[in-house]
T-cell receptor
Framework: ETGVTQTPRHLVMGMTNKKSLKCEQH?????MYWYKQSAKKPLELMFV???????ENNSVPSRFSPECPNSSHLFLHLHTLQPEDSALYLC??????????????FGPGTRLTVL | RKEVEQDPGPFNVPEGATVAFNCTYS??????FFWYRQDCRKEPKLLMS???SGNEDGRFTAQLNRASQYISLLIRDSKLSDSATYLC?????????????FGKGTHLIIQP
């Protein structure tokens, strides 16, 4: 249905595990994003990549590590997470990151639970 | 003052009624404004951008009031399928996507 896919859709991990979230967009866009959506909190922008260059890191803890190997793929590497990191992690893309050209197209999200 | 603030609701509205909700933003330099819609357990999707002169798309009308720093969304002749959470999105740093800030959302329930 959407041009942005995310895997896995659900993930349960322990605090000592290392896992990665994957996002792929089939829209020919040049900007990709990671967001965190927690219960009763607004969507929080975590990272922005524009033409494969990271342009934003909103004070995200280092236990979250993004990787953007090309403009179609985005990863979020996770290690030593905390239970409060449990949330829905949404990937989005836009044609560019510029004003007037950054309509966000979201993927379905990965529901992450940290035990 | 929160950067982007919305009444969380829920707004319970009978089918066919008109409903309106507002969103206030704190940064007067904000340039871009949007309404997104998020259905339960789904991803957000763009409903409409909000332009300075106001804009309309079918049953939906969006308005921007820069002086009072709020945007509004009006839904006429509401349908059951309009039930969703409506997210106000403001670019608080100018135009680029790195400044996009989301409100918590307003939950709308259309009742038959």
């Amino acid at each position: 249905e959407t041009g942005v896919t995310q895997t896995p859709r659900h993930l349960v991990m322990g605090m000592t595990n290392k896992k990665s979230l994957k996002c792929e967009q089939h829209l020919g866009h040049n900007a990709m994003y990671w967001y965190k959506q927690s219960a009763k909190k607004p969507l929080e922008l975590m990272f922005v990549y524009n033409f494969k260059e990271q342009t934003e890191n909103n004070s995200v803890p280092s236990r979250f590590s993004p990787e953007c190997p090309n403009s179609s793929h985005l990863f979020l590497h996770l290690h030593t997470l905390q239970p409060e990191d449990s949330a829905l992690y949404l990937c989005a893309s836009s044609r560019t990151g510029l004003a007037g050209d950054n309509e966000q197209f979201f993927g379905p999200g990965t529901r992450l639970t940290v035990l | 003052r929160k950067e982007v603030e919305q009444d969380p609701g829920p707004f319970n509205v009978p089918e066919g009624a008109t409903v309106a909700f507002n969103c206030t933003y704190s940064n007067s330099a904000s340039q871009s404004f949007f309404w997104y819609r998020q259905d339960c357990r789904k991803e957000p999707k763009l409903l409409m951008s909000v332009y300075s002169s106001g804009n309309e798309d079918g049953r939906f009308t969006a308005q921007l009031n820069r002086a009072s720093q709020y945007i509004s969304l009006l839904i006429r002749d509401s349908k059951l399928s309009d039930s969703a959470t409506y997210l106000c999105v403001v670019n608080i740093r100018g135009g680029g996507a790195d400044g996009l800030t989301f409100g918590k959302g307003t939950h709308l329930i259309i009742q038959p």
